[in-house]
């Protein structure tokens, strides 16, 4: 069983809408990751969160830390076909990086 | 280097044969992780490394698979006798240091055990 389940597992979606992907747990972490992995490519970084309830902007995306510090969203406001690849969250605590199940997204122009 | 080099991309093994996958981390990066990525996109930790020392290996099927990493020399995941169920990529990430830091990952191999 994934200690971090993401959904939805997959997302096609039409250049220009607006999506959310959620990453959720029932275990604490003291900071939550999401990465962005494209087909043949290893996992890039794509944020950290640390504090509970934080937010944090990256261009078109948006990603939040759940106040308990268990979950975690990912929003993209106007997707564009660049956004399409698989989206990972990460919790991290003692030196170990548990993952979730993955989010496909699919862009469509 | 500046980047994590996994090698080689690509192997494939009959089944029964070892399989052996090399990483070098990025120089000054204090912790290797290996990952196993199958189908379904689950990436399964299988173990790190804090320098020389094995860190955590709650992850690693003992019987078959083994790892190290050796001073001068990169890290390396080695399995004996290969199952088809080992058919899947194989990720290594570093870190600076443990947590809230950014893992750096290589590109991958792709092992197929046929």
């Known amino acids: 069983t994934q200690l971090l389940e993401q959904s939805p597992q997959f997302l096609s979606i039409q250049e220009g809408e607006n999506l959310t992907v959620y990453c959720n747990s029932s275990s604490v972490f003291s900071s939550l990751q999401w990465y962005r992995q494209e087909p043949g490519e290893g996992p890039v970084l794509l944020v950290t969160v640390v504090t509970g309830g934080e937010v944090k902007k990256l261009k078109r995306l948006t990603f939040q830390f759940g106040d308990a510090r268990k979950d975690s969203s990912l929003h993209i406001t106007a997707a564009q076909p660049g956004d399409t690849g698989l989206y990972l969250c990460a919790g991290v605590t003692f030196n170990k990086f548990y993952f979730g199940s993955g989010t496909k997204l699919n862009v469509k122009p | 280097g500046e980047e994590v080099a996994q090698t080689p991309k690509h192997l494939v093994r009959g089944e029964g044969q070892k399989a052996k996958l090399y990483c070098a981390p990025i120089k000054g990066h204090s912790y290797v992780f290996w990952y196993q990525q199958v189908l379904k996109n689950e990436f399964k930790f299988l173990i790190s490394f804090q320098n020389e020392n094995v860190f955590d290996e709650t992850g690693m099927p003992k019987e078959r698979f083994s790892a190290k990493c050796l001073p001068n020399s990169p890290c390396s995941l080695e399995i004996q006798a290969t199952k088809l169920e080992d058919s899947a990529v194989y990720f290594c990430?570093?870190?600076?240091?443990?947590?809230?830091?950014?893992?750096?990952f290589g590109q991958g191999t792709r092992l197929t055990v046929v």
């Open positions: 990430a570093s870190t600076v240091t443990g947590s809230n830091t950014e893992a750096f």
